[in-house]
């Protein structure tokens, strides 16, 4: 297989499988790698019919086209950067994955204001930005029963998981991923 572009990710499972999607440059942005999206869906199942999925710094989208490509009933992503917003936007509309709802907004802001719940929630702020604890907080009331939070980070010293159960771990290069749900 030809070694993957700069700025393009490849969506592994569901109908759009194998299609390459494009984002911008930005600050903090790190799509998670196929292998890691790989386990992840693999933990997750690979069918997401009916589940509400919730993509927080949506960033390439790599998290949110994957559930929608393998059939979330609603996948909302929430993106504050507007180049990667709009290439969010253009990718949505590539892959014809209309059941994907796109905000331009802070992911905390957002989350404040929102009464939906989730099902499953995406949780992979910029790692320098000390926004993973308190988003997981925030994202807590959002969640149905029985919910799953894939979470990323460069290191978990230091966070405070109380009120959480790590089902599953795993790491990847510089990428320390966990599986979580409310305790």
């Not at 700025?7 to 600050?27: A, T």
């Not at 960033?59 to 490509?69: D, Q, R, W």
Request: positive net charge; glycine residues 10%; aromatic residues 8%.
């Amino acid at each position: 297989m030809a070694a993957q572009q700069k700025n393009q990710l490849r969506i592994i499972g569901g109908e759009c499988r194998r299609r390459i999607v494009h984002f911008p440059d930005g600050d903090g942005l790190r799509p998670t790698p196929d292998r890691v999206r790989e386990t992840l869906f693999n933990w997750l199942g690979q069918d997401l019919t009916g589940k509400r999925c919730l993509d927080l710094f949506a960033g390439s989208g790599a998290l949110g086209l994957e559930a929608a490509s393998r059939g979330a009933a609603r996948v909302v992503m929430v993106e504050k950067s507007r180049p990667a917003y709009t290439a969010l936007v253009a990718n949505r509309d590539l892959l014809k994955l209309n059941r994907t709802e796109l905000v331009n907004a802070d992911a905390a802001a957002w989350l404040a204001r929102s009464g939906d719940v989730f099902d499953i929630a995406f949780v992979d702020p910029p790692y320098a930005s000390g926004l993973l604890q308190p988003t997981l907080v925030a994202l807590a009331p959002r969640l149905a029963p029985g919910a799953r939070v894939y979470a990323e980070a460069a290191d978990w010293t230091g966070l405070d998981l109380a009120g959480w159960d790590v089902l599953k771990e795993g790491r990847a290069g510089t990428v320390h991923y966990r599986l979580l749900a409310p305790a």
